[in-house]
């Protein structure tokens, strides 16, 4: 492309100790996906350092980088830099919190720190902007790996909500189900999740084996479906399906019983 081989000689000709060329040519290479020559020229931006360097979003963008080259601990470090000392525009902090979650279930050991990261992402997003079903579908799967199934379950639900053929987050949801002891609900989800996707051996479900199995991957963090399907002049009150209804019919008994209690 014409930009980068014109950042290409400015960079050349100043011996590539100009850091705006650095950073500008950087971010051609993150636009056309060269992520590799993008980390290459941020880590030499972030090397001159100087006052300079602030305001360029430079370890928040190498952060990003690097976890799409799957270096998820180095990303994690330039991510959470970038919180504490030069994070981008409050437009792009969702973001970053969103690929420091990603990061985080990637590497798979600390979840509570996933869960953390994705929460602050969903608290950055704009009230009036477009639905981000994908930011919630990855909470709901922190939220289960960390054994917060009533949480989980009406994550999973939101992300349905929006995009009601996601066998993913539909087989997700039943070992939610299954957790909290609602069988019917997660067999129903089981074979739902098969019938959307029938080709998907995932999806087939050994009923004997499934109860070993309190969670389920499919697939590493950061690919879930971002369009939402529904329509967004809808009504946004959540439309609760049958098992999440059964759910909270359930709390709601408990409640009451409680309260029966705390009057004797």
Not at 31 to 40: K, V
Not at 133 to 150: D, F, N, R, S, T
Request: net charge negative; proline share 5%; aromatic share 10%.
């Amino acid at each position: 492309p014409e930009a980068i081989s014109d950042l290409s000689a400015a960079v050349e000709k100043s011996g590539g100790t100009v850091l705006q060329y650095l950073c500008n040519r950087a971010q051609c290479f993150l636009e056309f996906g060269l992520f590799t020559r993008a980390d290459d020229d941020l880590s030499k931006a972030i090397s001159i350092g100087g006052r300079e360097s602030q305001g360029n979003c430079l370890y928040y963008r190498r952060g990003v980088a690097r976890f799409v080259q799957q270096r998820f601990e180095e990303a994690i470090k330039d991510l959470r830099k970038a919180v504490h000392s030069d994070p981008p525009p409050e437009a792009s902090m969702a973001d970053l919190y969103y690929h420091l979650g990603l990061c985080e279930a990637n590497v798979g050991t600390r979840p509570q720190r996933a869960l953390h990261a994705f929460t602050e992402a969903m608290k950055c997003l704009p009230s009036e902007g477009p639905p981000k079903p994908h930011y919630v579908h990855e909470k709901a799967k922190a939220l289960q790996m960390c054994g917060e199934h009533e949480k989980a379950l009406r994550n999973f639900s939101e992300v349905l909500r929006w995009q009601p053929l996601n066998a993913r987050a539909m087989f997700r949801r039943a070992f939610s189900f299954k957790a909290l002891k609602m069988f019917d609900e997660a067999a129903e989800d089981f074979e739902a999740a098969r019938e959307l996707e029938p080709n998907d051996m995932r999806f087939v479900v050994n009923y004997k084996k499934i109860a070993d199995y309190e969670a389920v991957t499919l697939g590493p963090a950061g690919y879930e479906d971002q369009i939402p399907y529904r329509d967004a002049e809808a009504s946004v009150v959540p439309s609760l399906d049958r098992g999440v209804a059964k759910y909270n019919e359930l709390v709601a008994e408990v409640d009451d019983d409680d309260d029966d209690d705390d009057d004797l």
